[in-house]
């Protein structure tokens, strides 16, 4: 049962590359989220998706695009990176049944490094 | 956006004695939900503990129980008989009923044997 995966573990790229970080889901869960991870900042969101085809913004989107053609994947891009992003990514899921928001679902997270 | 605040960015307690962890957090909501994760160094985020806001009961598995004081809008996590593999970063999470995650800035627990 892999749960959350998510490629690359580790990444360095340099200034103003596209990066895309993926994330996959073993099981069905409608709800998927990114957060990023900074010293002194806890994890904060930047998109979420209810369903395939519906994506949302969090509290950080800016320089980052989602898309979400399959239940099953959230890919999240950085267009052209900045040293700003260097940072470590999450993906989550949740099963979301009857309204009821239950527990998210980590994957192990990607490590970033934009020099 | 609702905020969440972990006022103690380091604690340690003696292994099997008890500690407590605090966390409040801001919202004009009257359901929403509120976690505890732990991380450990390996990185993954592991649930530690989930309340209902609706439910007056405090949430309780093994070790780990909470103090949820709705009014005052605090949720602190109380960790008994400490054992070496609490050690690891906590996080205090809300979420509402939109199924957006707020998180904490953490608190770094160290067991002291």
């Known amino acids: 049962d892999a749960g959350i995966t998510q490629s690359p573990r580790y990444k360095i790229t340099e200034t103003g590359r596209q990066v895309t970080l993926m994330c996959h889901q073993t099981?069905?869960?409608?709800?998927m989220f990114w957060y990023r991870q900074d010293l002194g900042h806890g994890l904060r969101l930047i998109y979420y998706?209810?369903?395939?085809?519906?994506?949302d913004k969090g509290e950080v989107p800016d320089g980052y695009v989602v898309s979400r053609s399959k239940t099953e994947n959230f890919p999240l891009t950085l267009e052209s990176a900045t040293r700003s992003q260097t940072s470590v990514y999450f993906c989550?899921?949740?099963?979301?049944?009857?309204?009821?928001?239950?527990?998210?679902?980590f994957g192990p997270g990607t490590r970033l490094t934009v020099l | 956006a609702q905020t969440v605040t972990q006022s103690q960015p380091e604690m340690s307690v003696q292994e099997a004695e008890t500690v407590t962890l605090s966390c409040t957090y801001d919202?004009?909501?009257?359901?929403?939900?509120l976690f505890w994760y732990k991380q450990p160094p390996s990185r993954q985020m592991i649930l530690v503990i989930r309340?209902?806001?609706?439910?007056?009961q405090n949430a309780t598995e093994n070790r780990f129980s909470v103090n949820f004081q709705k009014a005052a809008k605090s949720f602190s996590l109380k960790i008994s008989d400490s054992q070496l593999g609490d050690a690891a970063m906590y996080f205090c999470?809300?979420?509402?009923?939109?199924?957006?995650?707020?998180f904490g800035t953490g608190t770094s627990l160290t067991v002291i044997p």
């Open positions: 919202t004009s909501e009257s359901d929403y939900y």
């Open positions: 999470a809300y979420a509402n009923t939109g199924n957006q995650f707020y």
């Open positions: 099981w069905s869960h409608s709800y």
């Open positions: 309340q209902e806001a609706y439910k007056q």
């Open positions: 989550a899921a949740a099963l979301v049944e009857r309204g009821t928001t239950n527990e998210q679902f």
């Open positions: 998706s209810a369903a395939a085809d519906i994506t």
